[in-house]
């Protein structure tokens, strides 16, 4: 393929990649506010509430690799598996693996080791992706 570079052409990398840009450091002030909050419930021993904010950190972080490998975000959580499991296996399967406790926690309350392991897993995954 062959591309002329355009005033135009420039001018629309630039839009892009500043709206990725400040559409990551939103999904990062997110996580940022998603953990603290998680944190703040999680001593209150509400871990339904503290479990939903962590699975909203993770999926952030998650959104954060598809934005800059895909260039933009998944519209909901379907949407979302689908672009994990077929881009980012290792992500996937943690999702997968944890995905029914915040399912449950629509109609059942989450224990403190459901909780547990969401937050673990959220903790290690913001250690591992250097996210905060």
């Given at each position: 393929m062959f591309v002329i570079t355009t005033e135009k052409l420039i001018n629309l990398s630039f839009v892009y990649n500043t709206n990725m840009d400040s559409e990551k450091d939103i999904l990062k002030e997110n996580i940022?506010?998603?953990l603290n909050s998680?944190?703040?419930v999680y001593?209150?021993?509400d871990y339904t509430s503290a479990a939903i904010l962590y699975f909203k950190a993770m999926f952030a972080i998650f959104d954060i690799d598809i934005l800059?490998?895909?260039g933009r975000t998944p519209k909901d959580h379907s949407e979302r598996f689908r672009i994990l499991g077929?881009?980012?296996?290792n992500s996937y399967a943690v999702l997968d693996k944890?995905?029914?406790?915040?399912?449950g926690s629509y109609t059942l309350i989450t224990t403190k080791q459901e909780c547990d392991e969401v937050k673990q897993n959220v903790e290690i995954i913001v250690k591992?992706?250097?996210i905060l």
């Open positions: 940022k506010k998603f998680a944190w703040i001593q209150t021993k800059i490998k895909l077929k881009n980012f296996p944890l995905y029914p406790i915040y399912r591992e992706q250097r």
